[in-house]
């Protein structure tokens, strides 16, 4: 379930493809580039969920992502989060969407694609993710943020 009314409410508008209510209860100011970029955030991600759904978004996307602060994202940093949460959500289950592997490896190949996690401090939201995985789902997220290898300690000589 949705953790929230208004998050549940993006939840059925993307199911539904309804782009405009996505939109509205984003909050998201049209041609406003210095908004304050949670708006944008929440509507590029249920824009995303719209796609996922199988709804034709792409022009809504290139929209938010141009015609608001999110054109300031010029390393895609805030782009690649964006998926990687969805990557989570899809391996997870989280903000009311259903366990989904197939969607959470397109969008964590995607994060990782975006450098996500060479632009953005994730090593130790890495291993939290880890830990909350099935074997399953930690394959999947593994493919795509693999582990980093630890230098075995020497042994103590007796």
Same mark, same amino acid.
């Given at each position: 379930? $949705?953790?929230?009314?208004g998050e549940a409410k993006l939840l059925a508008a993307a199911? +539904?493809?309804?782009?405009? @209510? #996505?939109?509205?209860?984003?909050?998201?100011?049209?041609?406003?580039?210095?908004? =304050?970029? !949670?708006?944008?955030? *929440? +509507?590029?991600?249920?824009?995303?969920?719209?796609?996922?759904?199988?709804?034709?978004?792409?022009?809504?996307?290139? %929209?938010?992502? *141009?015609? *608001?602060?999110?054109?300031? =994202?010029? =390393?895609?940093?805030?782009?690649?989060?964006? /998926?990687?949460?969805?990557?989570? $959500?899809?391996?997870r289950g989280l903000d009311g969407l259903a366990v989904d592997h197939e969607? $959470?490896?397109? /969008?964590?190949?995607? &994060?990782? !694609?975006? @450098?996500?996690?060479?632009?953005?401090?994730?090593?130790?939201?890495?291993?939290?993710?880890?830990?909350?995985?099935?074997?399953? &789902?930690? %394959? #999947?997220?593994?493919?795509?943020?693999?582990?980093?290898? *630890?230098? &075995?300690?020497?042994?103590?000589? @007796?």
């Amino acid at each position: 379930m $949705a953790k929230d009314t208004g998050e549940a409410k993006l939840l059925a508008a993307a199911k +539904a493809g309804k782009i405009d @209510r #996505i939109i509205e209860l984003s909050g998201v100011e049209e041609d406003d580039d210095e908004g =304050d970029g !949670e708006s944008e955030i *929440t +509507a590029y991600k249920w824009l995303l969920v719209a796609g996922d759904f199988g709804h034709d978004v792409e022009d809504d996307l290139d %929209a938010i992502h *141009t015609g *608001t602060s999110l054109h300031h =994202d010029d =390393d895609q940093a805030v782009v690649g989060s964006i /998926h990687f949460e969805l990557g989570e $959500a899809y391996l997870r289950g989280l903000d009311g969407l259903a366990v989904d592997h197939e969607l $959470a490896k397109e /969008h964590l190949d995607q &994060a990782k !694609e975006l @450098r996500v996690d060479q632009s953005l401090d994730l090593a130790k939201e890495l291993e939290r993710i880890r830990k909350k995985l099935g074997a399953e &789902a930690l %394959a #999947i997220f593994n493919s795509a943020f693999p582990p980093k290898k *630890t230098k &075995a300690k020497p042994k103590a000589k @007796r």
